[in-house]
């Protein structure tokens, strides 16, 4: 089973404060990040469930989420940063 959870800034979980993403532990957790009002960013989940997939939808598509890397610390963002989200 897979755990998905909105309420927490992603940047308390990984340990570095200009993580605003999804945030996978590699195991059967998924943050999506909470700080959107701080941030300025929307990250955006997509949930393949006949494939049990996870993508982080983004202007560029959707990318396939992989489990944070403290070393590489995952640095690609591709969430929609608000003020850019348009309605057409």
Known sequence: MKVVAGHVGTAEISGDP????????????YYIDGTVLDSGIIPVLLVDTDEDKYYQVAETGNHLIFPYDKENKNKRCHAVRIG????G
């Open 84 to 87: 850019t989200i348009s309605a």
């Open 18 to 29: 200009r993580y605003h993403d999804i945030y996978f532990d590699g195991e059967s957790h």
